[in-house]
């Protein structure tokens, strides 16, 4: 009986020793606290190793996969080079083509739209620039007399009113000169044809009778097969003059508004501008203006001198309307080029008509003379550089303007390529300037290289 409470004694102490070995083993690894003799673990530990344990079996992986071994292609094989960049398997000068392609289909669209809302409101748009014009042409007016003193209204009505009394008072007296000459010349026109009939049958041309009566014949058929056409016409001819109407009106209210208030409106016109490009955009208004009234006015001095010049040479040969012929050639040389050879060739057909072929020869003589001076002298010296523009270009613009818009078109197309020009120069100036402002500036031995050195003053005295 002794023996028992020994042998429970020794199974409580083993049970203790088995307790304490495995709380050893549940704690973690030391920190800093712990001694050097401990040994435990934490979940980062387990996590570790079971990274471990992935490498391992991708690296196992890795080594099945090296023992797969893919065979080599057959020696007749071609070979296969890899697919080269989209980019730059186009060459560089279709992606500049393309590049501007595209931007050109933009610029010819925008066009486009522009030209039809132009089209959609051409009454309106002719009549503002008309009003344009007159007012570039009677602008130095109305500053002349508000030098002398004269408040800016009452210098805009005046001016205004004696330039439109003018233009009427024109226009009344050629209407007035072709009725009170329609007789006289249509005797006159019916004798020249004879004339022309007479000389035709006897020149070296060998005309016969038969073929002037079929001429003749055929016109007045064409006359009578076009009756229907004439009429209707005659029929839009009113719609025609209540539209002419129409815009003289507002031709006339724009001017007199442009003449009084020109520079508030250009100044409305500027905050409509964005802000980056304002300064430009007011830089190269006053320019594009100096250049339309330069034009204008070169213009009016040109026509005036051709139409004195040309209405007394034919004054002198005894061309019947006189007169109304050189006001039509002053009317007509506001269109470049065409205008001079209309009006000429219609001086040159009436004294053909009228007095006979050496008339009209003369005639012609006369009228190339002056011409040849206007496009030699005159227009070089009264225009000068401010609206050169180049021939070619004159012409084409002119054709394009007679395409699009008629007479009034081929009017306004010179002076508004001759603005367009002298816009794009002075922003292409101002861009450049600007770049140059924006750039760094150089520093160092490149500063004092490039910058200007003033030359040395020279002493009045002798020096000792």
């Known amino acids: 009986m002794s023996r028992v409470p020994e042998w429970i004694g020794s199974l409580g102490a083993g049970l203790s020793r088995m307790g304490e070995r495995m709380g050893q083993q549940d704690e973690p690894y030391p920190g800093p606290e712990d001694g050097p003799g401990t040994s435990r673990r934490s979940a980062a530990d387990d996590a570790a190793a079971a990274a471990e344990g992935d490498a391992a079996a991708h690296a196992a992986t890795d080594a099945e996969q090296e023992e797969q071994v893919v065979p080599a292609p057959p020696a007749y094989a071609p070979a296969v080079s890899a697919r080269p960049d989209p980019v730059s398997a186009v060459p560089w000068g279709m992606r500049v083509a393309a590049e501007a392609g595209w931007r050109l289909l933009v610029l010819a669209g925008t066009l486009w739209v522009l030209m039809k809302v132009i089209t959609a409101v051409q009454l309106v748009v002719f009549a503002f620039v008309a009003a344009l014009l007159i007012t570039a042409m009677l602008q130095p007016t109305v500053v002349r007399?508000?030098?002398?003193?004269?408040?800016?209204?009452?210098?805009?009505?005046?001016?205004?009113?004696?330039?439109?009394?003018?233009?009427?008072?024109?226009?009344?007296?050629?209407?007035?000169?072709?009725?009170?000459?329609?007789?006289?010349?249509?005797?006159?026109?019916?004798?020249?044809?004879?004339?022309?009939?007479?000389?035709?049958?006897?020149?070296?041309?060998?005309?016969?009778?038969?073929?002037?009566?079929?001429?003749?014949?055929?016109?007045?058929?064409?006359?009578?097969?076009?009756?229907?056409?004439?009429?209707?016409?005659?029929?839009?001819?009113?719609?025609?003059?209540?539209?002419?109407?129409?815009?003289?009106?507002?031709?006339?209210?724009?001017?007199?508004?442009?003449?009084?208030?020109?520079?508030?409106?250009?100044?409305?016109?500027?905050?409509?501008?964005?802000?980056?490009?304002?300064?430009?955009?007011?830089?190269?208004?006053?320019?594009?203006?100096?250049?339309?009234?330069?034009?204008?006015?070169?213009?009016?001095?040109?026509?005036?001198?051709?139409?004195?010049?040309?209405?007394?040479?034919?004054?002198?040969?005894?061309?019947?309307?006189?007169?109304?012929?050189?006001?039509?050639?002053?009317?007509?040389?506001?269109?470049?080029?065409?205008?001079?050879?209309?009006?000429?060739?219609?001086?040159?057909?009436?004294?053909?008509?009228?007095?006979?072929?050496?008339?009209?020869?003369?005639?012609?003589?006369?009228?190339?003379?002056v011409q040849q001076i206007e496009g030699h002298i005159l227009q070089p010296f009264i225009l000068g550089r401010a609206v050169r523009v180049h021939p070619l270009a004159v012409v084409l613009s002119v054709a394009a303007g007679g395409l699009v818009g008629g007479i009034g078109g081929a009017v306004v197309a010179v002076p508004l390529v001759a603005v367009t020009n002298t816009v794009v120069g002075y922003l292409r100036a101002y861009s450049r300037e600007a770049a140059l402002k924006q750039a760094p500036q150089p520093r160092g031995a490149t500063a004092a290289d490039i910058a200007p050195v003033e030359p040395p003053a020279r002493s009045s005295g002798s020096e000792t």
């Open 145 to 369: 007399l508000k030098r002398l003193g004269l408040p800016r209204g009452l210098a805009t009505a005046v001016t205004a009113v004696s330039g439109f009394v003018i233009m009427g008072l024109v226009g009344w007296f050629v209407v007035w000169q072709v009725m009170e000459n329609a007789d006289t010349l249509s005797s006159q026109v019916q004798n020249g044809i004879d004339d022309l009939r007479n000389w035709l049958l006897t020149s070296p041309f060998h005309v016969t009778e038969d073929q002037i009566n079929d001429i003749a014949k055929s016109l007045r058929e064409a006359v009578g097969a076009n009756t229907e056409e004439l009429t209707s016409a005659g029929l839009e001819g009113v719609t025609v003059i209540v539209e002419a109407m129409t815009g003289i009106l507002l031709a006339m209210f724009s001017t007199l508004f442009l003449l009084y208030d020109g520079k508030r409106i250009w100044q409305w016109f500027l905050k409509l501008v964005p802000a980056p490009a304002r300064p430009g955009i007011a830089g190269a208004g006053p320019r594009a203006w100096r250049t339309l009234t330069a034009y204008v006015r070169g213009t009016v001095i040109v026509a005036l001198i051709d139409a004195i010049f040309i209405g007394l040479g034919i004054y002198f040969l005894g061309v019947p309307m006189a007169v109304p012929l050189a006001v039509f050639i002053f009317l007509f040389a506001f269109i470049p080029l065409v205008g001079a050879v209309v009006s000429g060739a219609l001086a040159v057909v009436v004294g053909l008509v009228t007095q006979g072929v050496f008339t009209g020869v003369m005639t012609l003589v006369v009228v190339l003379a």
